[in-house]
């Protein structure tokens, strides 16, 4: 509807102009056909005074020609304009589209000195010729001012990228960098730069210079906290007296690895009273590796070797020569991210001692049935240091055989394990059931070699001499039951 009326009065408007300009020209003519006839027609004795007549009404003729040659075309100019668009809606007019770029250069101009820093408008603005009067027209400030409501604009900004995501918008690349030295700077706290030989990210950081909207623009001293924790949120213990990293972190029902991660730059084995232990394990959205070059000494394994015995059952075994671990000497380069250790890389290693190769002896004997026997055999090496029967108004219900802590506690016959795990006095306990309704107890353990459900066969070892339990040093107390009844073990070990 609008453009076919916009037609209507440019067809008006270049029918008028035809016809004014035609007007004209016969006006002229028509002038100067009169002027000529009056010279022609007039006798020579009044030639003066014609002349003098001739020349005022030329004069007159050619002002008053000129005159409304001009109203004519200020009739048919002044109403000129151009109607400017942004992203194609009407929002004002103006009689030239160089005012309106003036106008949009002094709003650029404006705009950057206020953000302080590159513009760029992100609205389309065009023109369209068209007709208006003087008081539709808007120039000067008021035209600035129409142009600020509706034209929209991008400030030019620096984006930190990892791997790819945007992680925050900075004012300059200048402050970025700012932003990223000082990530590094709070996780190389403490550390020793003398050893470190690179520091960079374990992400693929990127700076990009983009024009972005003013209000994604963030303050470093606000985003940094975020880029290393990977969170705002701030929960914090104050450590009290007996409390341990162990109980702190059964307290908050954290794992104590989380809880280790969560203060990297603390000793979890020396924590003082009233130290603030942080809470939050953070997931840094940037994290800071570094590579630093160590030496070292760590053990140098030893070699194993096999020999057989055909005095010894097939499933046991005994050590001949100990082997003993050499030392060496490595250097190596160690990646750390955040401070944790991520890997290393071994750059070379120097024998300090050499190692001492192991004998393992093996048997080669068939074992005996894994069950009851009838017979009993003594479950330890040793000597019987408290035996059955009354002890200190009690009855001792078994016989104790001192033996060195960790020396082999052996089945004193064939049977099947009913029983392995702590219970009471007796400490770390054993029991084995032979059949023939016999069991056998063995307590005070430090160490399990057998589980329940297992067969065993008469001198196979089931466990080591410990001191658990009620116990006032280290032996093996041994019980033998038939019928559940308590026996004399001395009538039966042979």
Not at 77 to 95: D, L, P, T
Not at 96 to 124: C, G, M, P, V, W
Not at 258 to 264: G, I, R, Y
Not at 304 to 312: A, I, L, T, W
């Given at each position: 509807?609008?453009?076919?009326?916009?037609?209507?009065?440019?067809?008006?408007?270049?029918?008028?102009?035809?016809?004014?300009?035609?007007?004209?020209?016969?006006?002229?003519?028509?002038?100067?056909?009169?002027?000529?006839?009056?010279?022609?027609?007039?006798?020579?004795?009044?030639?003066?005074?014609?002349?003098?007549?001739?020349?005022?009404?030329f004069y007159i003729t050619c002002s008053l020609t000129v005159l409304l040659v001009l109203v004519s075309l200020f009739v048919i100019f002044s109403g000129r304009a151009y109607a400017v668009k942004v992203n194609g809606v009407e929002i004002c007019k103006v009689r030239s589209q160089k005012e309106a770029e003036a106008a949009?250069?002094?709003?650029?101009?404006?705009?950057?000195?206020?953000?302080?820093?590159?513009?760029?408008?992100?609205?389309?603005?065009?023109?369209?010729?068209?007709?208006?009067?003087?008081?539709?027209?808007?120039?000067?400030?008021?035209?600035?001012?129409?142009?600020?409501?509706?034209?929209?604009?991008?400030?030019?900004?620096?984006?930190?990228?990892?791997?790819?995501?945007?992680?925050?918008?900075?004012?300059?690349?200048?402050?970025?960098?700012?932003?990223?030295?000082?990530?590094?700077?709070?996780?190389?706290?403490?550390?020793?730069?003398?050893?470190?030989?690179?520091?960079?990210?374990?992400?693929?950081?990127?700076?990009?210079?983009?024009?972005?909207?003013?209000?994604?623009?963030?303050?470093?001293?606000?985003?940094?906290?975020?880029?290393?924790?990977?969170?705002?949120?701030?929960?914090?213990?104050?450590?009290?007296?007996?409390?341990?990293?162990?109980?702190?972190?059964?307290?908050?029902?954290?794992?104590?690895?989380?809880?280790?991660?969560?203060?990297?730059?603390?000793?979890?084995?020396r924590i003082q009273i009233g130290q603030v232990i942080n809470l939050i394990v953070p997931k840094p959205l940037i994290s800071v590796k570094t590579v630093e070059t160590i030496t070292f000494t760590e053990k140098a394994e030893f070699d194993q070797k096999v020999e057989f015995s055909s005095s010894m059952y097939k499933d046991e075994t005994?050590?001949?020569?100990?082997?003993?671990?050499?030392?060496?000497?490595?250097?190596?380069?160690?990646?750390?991210?955040?401070?944790?250790?991520?890997?290393?890389?071994?750059?070379?290693?120097?024998?300090?001692?050499?190692?001492?190769?192991?004998?393992?002896?093996?048997?080669?004997?068939?074992?005996?049935?894994?069950?009851?026997?009838?017979?009993?055999?003594?479950?330890?090496?040793?000597?019987?240091?408290?035996?059955?029967?009354?002890?200190?108004?009690?009855?001792?219900?078994?016989?104790?055989?001192?033996?060195?802590?960790?020396?082999?506690?052996?089945?004193?016959?064939?049977?099947?394990?009913?029983?392995?795990?702590?219970?009471?006095?007796?400490?770390?306990?054993?029991?084995?059931?032979?059949?023939?309704?016999?069991?056998?107890?063995?307590?005070?353990?430090?160490?399990?070699?057998?589980?329940?459900?297992?067969?065993?066969?008469?001198?196979?070892?089931?466990?080591?001499?410990?001191?658990?339990?009620?116990?006032?040093?280290?032996?093996?107390?041994?019980?033998?039951?038939?019928?559940?009844?308590?026996?004399?073990?001395?009538?039966?070990?042979?």
């Amino acid at each position: 509807m609008e453009e076919s009326k916009l037609k209507e009065a440019s067809a008006q408007f270049v029918k008028k102009f035809s016809s004014g300009i035609q007007n004209t020209t016969v006006f002229i003519k028509k002038r100067i056909k009169k002027i000529a006839s009056i010279g022609t027609g007039s006798s020579y004795k009044h030639i003066s005074t014609r002349r003098i007549v001739n020349k005022r009404r030329f004069y007159i003729t050619c002002s008053l020609t000129v005159l409304l040659v001009l109203v004519s075309l200020f009739v048919i100019f002044s109403g000129r304009a151009y109607a400017v668009k942004v992203n194609g809606v009407e929002i004002c007019k103006v009689r030239s589209q160089k005012e309106a770029e003036a106008a949009l250069k002094a709003l650029k101009h404006k705009y950057q000195e206020k953000a302080d820093s590159e513009i760029s408008f992100t609205s389309e603005v065009t023109y369209q010729k068209t007709r208006a009067s003087s008081k539709e027209i808007l120039k000067d400030d008021a035209l600035v001012e129409a142009l600020s409501k509706n034209v929209q604009f991008k400030v030019q900004g620096c984006s930190l990228y990892a791997d790819g995501n945007i992680i925050a918008v900075l004012k300059t690349k200048k402050i970025a960098e700012e932003l990223l030295k000082e990530i590094q700077e709070r996780s190389l706290a403490g550390a020793d730069r003398s050893k470190i030989k690179e520091i960079g990210f374990a992400e693929k950081v990127e700076l990009k210079d983009e024009f972005i909207d003013a209000s994604e623009i963030a303050d470093k001293s606000e985003i940094i906290d975020f880029i290393i924790k990977g969170t705002n949120e701030i929960r914090t213990h104050e450590v009290k007296s007996g409390e341990s990293f162990w109980s702190i972190s059964r307290k908050y029902n954290m794992s104590l690895s989380d809880l280790e991660k969560a203060n990297p730059g603390v000793n979890s084995e020396r924590i003082q009273i009233g130290q603030v232990i942080n809470l939050i394990v953070p997931k840094p959205l940037i994290s800071v590796k570094t590579v630093e070059t160590i030496t070292f000494t760590e053990k140098a394994e030893f070699d194993q070797k096999v020999e057989f015995s055909s005095s010894m059952y097939k499933d046991e075994t005994s050590i001949r020569v100990k082997g003993i671990y050499g030392e060496k000497e490595v250097v190596a380069d160690v990646t750390k991210v955040n401070g944790i250790e991520t890997g290393r890389t071994v750059l070379s290693e120097k024998m300090i001692k050499e190692p001492k190769t192991q004998i393992i002896v093996k048997g080669t004997k068939e074992p005996p049935p894994k069950k009851g026997t009838g017979t009993f055999s003594y479950p330890a090496r040793g000597s019987i240091t408290s035996g059955y029967g009354m002890r200190w108004g009690r009855r001792h219900t078994g016989i104790d055989i001192g033996a060195p802590y960790g020396s082999p506690v052996k089945a004193s016959d064939g049977g099947k394990v009913i029983f392995v795990g702590y219970k009471g006095g007796y400490g770390k306990l054993i029991i084995i059931d032979h059949g023939a309704n016999f069991v056998s107890y063995y307590g005070h353990l430090s160490k399990y070699s057998v589980k329940v459900g297992q067969k065993v066969y008469k001198g196979q070892k089931i466990g080591e001499v410990g001191n658990s339990g009620n116990s006032t040093g280290s032996h093996l107390h041994f019980e033998i039951r038939k019928n559940g009844v308590v026996q004399n073990p001395a009538n039966y070990l042979k």
